[in-house]
C-alpha cells in the first residue's frame, strides 16, 4: 500500500438529516476509525436543522443553491489550500452541501470516494418505495414518476426540486464521471447503481464501518425480541406485531422506536388485548441501547423494502445477538441460517411468527452456540479493521491507476 496515504489528511463530508439515525452513527464510525489508525481528519458537514432558522430569502436562496452552491465550492477550495487534501470520503450532500462539491473536489485533483448508504442517486425520495409499495420507475432516469406520484415528503413541489437536482447531474454525468469509486454494503445495492447508469468499474462492496466490542458480551437472555427503529409501514412492524399475535413461546416484544404509526400501533396492542406481550418503548442510542440488545433473544428486522444492510444488524451480531429478518434486497448476505440469524419471507406474520417460537423453544445450549456464533461471524466481517482494509485498497488502486498516466 501506497506509505503516503498514512501521512494525508482525509476529507470527510456529509450533510447530516434533522432526525439522528443510522447513517449518522455511520458517519461518526468512519471518523472515529481514521483517527484510531492515526490518520488527521478533516471534518466539513452541514445540517438540516439549520434550515428551520432561515427565513424566506434564504429558503428560496437554497432552492437554487441546491443545484450548485457557491458557499460549498468556495469553503471547499479552502480546505483543500489549507489541508493540501488528496483523498475525500463523501456521505450525504443534499440540500445544502449540494452535489456542486464533487465539481470543486475533481477540479482540484482530489480523489472522490462516494459512501452509499441509500438510493439517492437513483430515486428522488432515496427510499425506492412510495405509496405503501418498493418503487422502482425512477432508476432509468424518468424522474416525472417522482413528481406525479409525491415521492419525497409527499409534495409535488419538493419532489419536483429533488428529482430536477439528481436529473441535472445525472444529465450532467456528475455522479458517474467526477466520482471515482461508489463503496456500498451490499452487492444489492451496487446492482441498483450499476442499473442507473453507474458504471459497474467504479462500485466495491464493503460492509458498514462498525466496532466489534471486546471481550464477547453474555449469551444468555432475558426472554425478549427487539425491534428498533423508525416506526412506519416499509419497516414491517405491522407485519410483527400480527406474528406476536401468532406466537406460542413465552418470548415477549420490545420495540423501541418512534415514528408516523406510533399511534396506532400503541392503539393495536391495547385493543388487541396484546399489552403482556409487547411493550412500545421510546427510542434509545448508545450505551443503554447496547445493554437492552445485550440481553435480548435476538433483534427482529422484518423490513418490506429495500433496506440495504442495517446498521441494527451489524449492532446485534456484533453484542452476540442473532437476528430474524426478512429475505429481501441485501439483507439475505450477511445472515446466514442458523449461523448468525434466521431469514423469513416479507410481509409472512406465520413464517415470522415460526422464526420467534423457533428462537423461544430452543435448548440452552443451542442458543449459546448460536449467540457465539453470531459474535464470531460480526467479528469475521463487521469490524472496523476490516472495513478500513478494504477501502484503503481501494483508494491505492485508484492513486496507482492515476500515477500510470
Keep these: 500500500m501506497n506509505s503516503d496515504l498514512y501521512n494525508q489528511p482525509f476529507l470527510l463530508i456529509h450533510n447530516f438529516y434533522k432526525q439522528s439515525g443510522g447513517e449518522q452513527i455511520v458517519f461518526e464510525n468512519q471518523v472515529r476509525g481514521f483517527q484510531q489508525f492515526n490518520h488527521k481528519v478533516v471534518i466539513y458537514s452541514r445540517n438540516n436543522s439549520e434550515i428551520d432558522e432561515y427565513d424566506l430569502s434564504k429558503k428560496i436562496s437554497l432552492f437554487f443553491s441546491a443545484y450548485s452552491s457557491k458557499k460549498t465550492i468556495k469553503e471547499i477550495y479552502s480546505i483543500i ?156 412492524i405491522l407485519t410483527l406485531i400480527e406474528a406476536m399475535k401468532k406466537t406460542k413461546t413465552n418470548l415477549k416484544l420490545r420495540i423501541i422506536g418512534n415514528g408516523d404509526l406510533y399511534n396506532e400501533i400503541n392503539q393495536l396492542i391495547h385493543t388487541e388485548r396484546l399489552i403482556n406481550k409487547i411493550s412500545l418503548e421510546r427510542p434509545l442510542w448508545g450505551p443503554e441501547l447496547d445493554s437492552i440488545i445485550v440481553n435480548s433473544a435476538a433483534v427482529i428486522i422484518p423490513s418490506e423494502w429495500y ?48 422464526c420467534i417460537d423457533r428462537l423461544g423453544f430452543m435448548l440452552e445450549k443451542e442458543y449459546i452456540d448460536l449467540s457465539n456464533n453470531s459474535w464470531k461471524y460480526a467479528k469475521s466481517v ?11 485498497n481501494q483508494i491505492d488502486n485508484i492513486l496507482r491507476q492515476k500515477n500510470d498516466y
Design 307 to 354: 433496506d440495504n444492510l442495517p446498521q441494527i444488524l451489524c449492532q446485534s451480531n456484533g453484542l452476540g445477538k442473532p437476528v430474524i429478518a426478512s429475505r429481501i434486497n441485501g439483507i439475505p448476505e450477511y445472515v446466514i441460517e442458523g449461523n448468525n440469524g434466521y431469514l423469513f419471507t416479507p410481509g409472512d406474520s406465520d413464517e415470522l411468527a415460526i
Design 382 to 392: 463487521f469490524d472496523y479493521p476490516i472495513h478500513y482494509k478494504n477501502l484503503m
Design 81 to 236: 489550500d489549507k489541508y493540501h487534501i488528496k483523498v475525500a470520503i463523501i456521505q450525504n450532500v443534499f440540500p445544502l452541501i449540494s452535489p456542486s462539491v464533487y465539481k470543486a473536489l475533481k477540479s482540484r485533483g482530489v480523489i472522490i470516494v462516494q459512501a452509499v448508504y441509500n438510493y439517492r442517486f437513483i430515486c428522488p425520495s432515496a427510499e425506492l418505495y412510495t405509496q405503501g409499495k418498493i418503487c422502482e420507475r425512477c432508476v432509468n432516469g424518468n424522474y416525472l414518476n417522482a413528481i406525479i406520484h409525491q415521492c419525497y415528503q409527499e409534495s409535488h413541489l419538493i419532489s419536483a426540486w429533488y428529482a430536477t437536482i439528481i436529473g441535472v447531474n445525472r444529465f450532467l454525468k456528475r455522479f458517474s464521471k467526477d466520482i471515482d469509486i461508489f463503496m456500498v454494503p451490499d452487492n444489492f445495492l451496487g446492482k441498483k447503481l450499476i442499473k442507473g447508469g453507474i458504471p459497474p468499474k467504479k462500485i466495491f462492496k464493503n460492509p458498514n464501518p462498525f466496532f466489534i466490542p471486546e471481550p464477547k458480551p453474555n449469551t444468555f437472555h432475558s426472554n425478549y425480541v427487539l425491534f428498533v427503529g423508525r416506526l412506519i409501514k416499509q419497516k414491517g
